[in-house]
């Protein structure tokens, strides 16, 4: 499958613990994206990267979060000292650098937050 | 701050009835339109997009959608929806390649 993979698909922890993700964007995407979805709302962009540089963070990401993309491949994104506001679905997306802004999303991280 | 704004978070229709969702956004100058569906256990997918062109855009599985520049609207079309198109329906919006914003969705149940 050459599409963008997420790993875990499900995640459940404890209140205060910190949590990782991880997004493998299809191989020839340079730009990648990171996105929360909350039940009733569509995806609301959390950051942003083109190739290792990470170029636009929302303020919906506060300083207990924090994501990168080392050597331009994958991407991680950490969420530190977790809340129970922070239960929602991660979803990463990846877009070529050339034509137009297509993006390709995986099947999401689910975080649940106890 | 830019919106996008769907009309109807629940619809449902019966086989065979034709369909539209609505969608407007809230963006000055040129921007990029896109209709996401997701289906049940599945992950979001590229229904259609407009860039420029003709305003009225053909996507996957019969889907289209017109972009009317002065409503600001970009509305998901089907002349006869089938059982399978039961799916949550995602409108967003871009301006070059920056981020998408994303409506709130529209639930589709289709009965057969």
């Known amino acids: 499958d050459t599409g963008v993979s997420q790993d875990p698909r499900h995640k459940i922890t404890k209140r205060g613990q910190n949590v990782t993700f991880r997004c493998d964007p299809i191989s020839e995407h340079n730009r990648l994206y990171w996105y929360r979805q909350t039940l009733g709302q569509g995806p609301e962009f959390l950051t942003y990267?083109?190739?290792?540089?990470?170029?636009?963070k929302s303020r919906l990401l506060s300083d207990r979060f924090s994501a990168e993309r080392p050597k331009g491949s994958f991407s991680t994104l950490e969420i530190q000292r977790t809340e129970q506001g922070d239960s929602a679905m991660y979803l990463c997306?990846?877009?070529?650098?050339?034509?137009?802004?297509?993006?390709?999303f995986g099947p999401g991280t689910r975080l649940t937050v106890l | 701050a830019q919106s996008v704004s769907q009309h109807n978070h629940h619809v449902i229709l019966s086989e065979a009835a034709s369909l539209e969702l609505g969608c407007n956004y809230s963006?000055?100058?040129?921007?990029?339109l896109f209709w996401y569906v997701q289906y049940p256990g599945q992950h979001l997918q590229l229904l259609l997009k407009y860039f420029s062109g003709d305003p009225l855009v053909k996507g996957i599985k019969g889907f289209e959608a017109e972009f009317i520049k002065s409503k600001f609207s970009f509305n998901l079309r089907k002349p006869s929806v089938q059982w399978s198109d039961t799916a949550e329906y995602f409108c967003?919006?871009?301006?070059?390649?920056?981020?998408?914003?994303f409506g709130k969705g529209t639930m589709l149940l289709v009965s057969p």
């Open positions: 990267f083109q190739n290792e540089a990470q170029l636009e």
């Open positions: 963006y000055g100058g040129t921007v990029n």
């Open positions: 967003a919006v871009n301006k070059g390649y920056s981020t998408l914003t």
């Open positions: 997306a990846s877009s070529p650098d050339t034509g137009f802004n297509e993006q390709f």
